[in-house]
């Protein structure tokens, strides 16, 4: 690949924070009629200890194939032809599926995307938390498995009752709290929730959010949230991963980010946030999201950029440091001080 700066890693060594997952030039591809794809493209980042890194994308920048490979849940044609991603000094992507089991919920857990489809209807919610526990060979007696499960359904905010419905009995709101209660039920170090709010109305995805938060500080978990709603990152995170075309565009501190975005396309991102103090015209971002199998030649967002100059539509830049604790991939981070 050409590029006129080597590849740099942003890491967690600025914060001194401790480490929880490195994902280390992390490449997907799916296997398709017209060849190969990659959906994520050489992703590095470090998660730490304690903190919500958002990951936002539009639909297709591979941020839920992103998630998925990393709770070990990449399905053919998908594969991961390259890289690490690194748990407890383990590399997760070296695991058969039979080995990712045993890491699932007891150290990465999901929160699902539409935990309705994740549920099953016609299993009571206490049988479907007591399901991944004995996957994981742990046996409760009745009167233990009630104290356990009831002392989850209270962590996310949700009556013990609760534990004898059915996904069909419970608001959307509900069940996403139920998919979280599973998530955390064997106290995992990392949290992926992929979209836990998409689909649910603006009031129920605040309080799923706080309990989300609530939780993570209660369990001292990091989380990675997965998202493409800009607003609801600004409001939530403490770091934001930017994905465009399978590659991380930008990752910074979120404030850093709403502040002095470093990548063109952080900065329409932000720009399309609504403002409650400022009466200015919404902007989208012109064009659409290209298609992996025809990418355009360097910089994927050439096309759509309005600050493209010369190399972008040659050369692809490559992620590379962009102040403290931050990292962007431009080819204007090379001409401006
Ligand atoms: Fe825009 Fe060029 Fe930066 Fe890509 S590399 S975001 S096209 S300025």
Do not use: W
């Amino acid at each position: 690949m050409n590029s006129l700066a080597q590849p740099t890693v942003p890491t967690a060594a600025h914060s001194g924070s401790e480490v929880v997952l490195q994902v280390r030039e992390l490449t997907v591809q799916y296997a398709t009629s017209r060849g190969p794809v990659s959906a994520v493209n050489h992703v590095s980042f470090d998660l730490r200890k304690g903190e919500i890194l958002g990951l936002v994308g539009e639909s297709g920048s591979g941020k839920t194939t992103l998630a998925m490979t990393l709770v070990g849940l990449l399905r053919p044609p998908g594969r991961i032809v390259g890289g690490e991603i690194l748990l407890n000094g383990r590399n997760l992507a070296k695991l058969s599926p039979h080995e990712y089991k045993s890491v699932r919920l007891s150290q990465i857990a999901l929160m699902p995307q539409g935990a309705m489809n994740s549920l099953n209807p016609v299993i009571p919610i206490r049988e479907q938390i007591l399901d991944g526990l004995r996957d994981h060979g742990i046996q409760l007696t009745p009167a233990e498995a009630d104290r356990h499960i009831a002392s989850l359904l209270e962590r996310v905010g949700l009556r013990a009752e609760v534990a004898k419905l059915h996904a069909h009995e419970l608001s959307g709101g509900m069940k996403q709290r139920v998919a979280l209660a599973i998530a955390i039920s064997m106290q995992p170090q990392v949290i992926i929730a992929d979209e836990p709010t998409s689909a649910l109305d603006v009031v129920v995805q605040k309080l799923v959010i706080e309990t989300l938060r609530d939780v993570q500080e209660e369990l001292g978990a990091a989380i990675i949230l997965v998202g493409h709603d800009m607003g609801l990152m600004a409001q939530t995170v403490d770091r934001l991963g930017v994905m465009y075309a399978g590659r991380l565009v930008e990752i910074a501190p979120m404030r850093d980010a709403l502040i002095s975005p470093q990548h063109p396309y952080t900065r329409l991102l932000i720009e399309a946030l609504p403002s409650v103090t400022e009466k200015k015209k919404l902007r989208g971002i012109p064009g659409l999201a290209p298609q992996l199998l025809n990418l355009p030649k360097g910089c994927a967002f050439h096309p759509r950029c309005p600050l493209a100059f010369e190399p972008c539509s040659t050369i692809t830049p490559e992620i590379r440091p962009a102040g403290p604790d931050r990292a962007a991939a431009c080819h204007l981070l090379e001409v401006t001080p």
